[in-house]
């Protein structure tokens, strides 16, 4: 990279992170119904709430819990989303291993798996991160994949790295959220369905590389 690209590069990564901060942590856990029962004891609520996100044969199970939006954090709101993992077993009876389970088993309880971090423009960002050499689990030949979903209101971007440190099995996503009225490139409520299936195939697709 010659020294002008370097400087549109890092020109357009100092816009896309302008005013980044953390969004949520997620972490693998042995068990998301205890984990939702202790952070509730611990003064955090319930939010975004699944049993069964996966590819139709495993999948998991997984809540969000979070601190309540006040005129105090509303720029830094406390998120952790808790997942485990439901297994299956096939037509001869052995046991088939979800991804989650895949993780604790690697890792352990209380693994964090990604770090999301909010951006103000994730395409700035990801084309900076690429340039930079950083690679995407949600990408194929043509490049990076921003992942697009919607509620009533606004509009969700995503993307996802490959784990930064090798080896730590601990990989970060960009998110943004497009408010109304605000511009939304092509490429919801939070933590929606669509974009964790996703999330869920591709992972899966490393684990069986």
Not at 30 to 49: C, E, N
Not at 51 to 56: E, L, N, Q, S, T
Not at 62 to 67: D, F, I, K, W
Not at 195 to 200: A, T
């Amino acid at each position: 990279m010659d020294p002008k690209e370097q400087e549109s590069v890092y020109r357009d990564l100092q816009d896309g992170l302008l005013g980044a901060c953390f969004d949520h942590i997620a972490i693998v856990v042995h068990s998301r119904k205890i984990f939702q029962a202790l952070f509730a004891y611990l003064g955090l609520q319930p939010g975004y709430s699944r049993p069964a996100i996966g590819d139709g044969i495993t999948s998991m199970d997984t809540v969000v819990m979070y601190t309540p939006v006040t005129e105090h954090n509303a720029a830094g709101q406390l998120q952790l989303a808790f997942m485990s993992g439901n297994d299956a077993t096939d037509t001869d009876g052995k046991k088939i291993r979800s991804q989650i389970s895949e993780y604790f088993a690697r890792r352990g309880n209380f693994f964090v798996q990604h770090i999301a971090i909010r951006v103000s423009d994730i395409h700035k960002v990801v084309s900076a991160w690429s340039a930079l050499g950083v690679k995407f689990i949600t990408s194929d030949e043509q490049g990076p994949h921003i992942l697009l979903d919607r509620d009533e209101e606004n509009s969700f971007l995503q993307c996802f790295t490959y784990p930064i440190v090798e080896g730590s099995g601990t990989f970060l996503e960009l998110k943004q959220i497009v408010l109304p009225g605000e511009a939304c490139l092509p490429t919801s409520k939070q933590f929606r369905d669509r974009n964790v299936e996703s999330l869920w195939v591709h992972v899966a697709r490393e684990i069986d590389n």
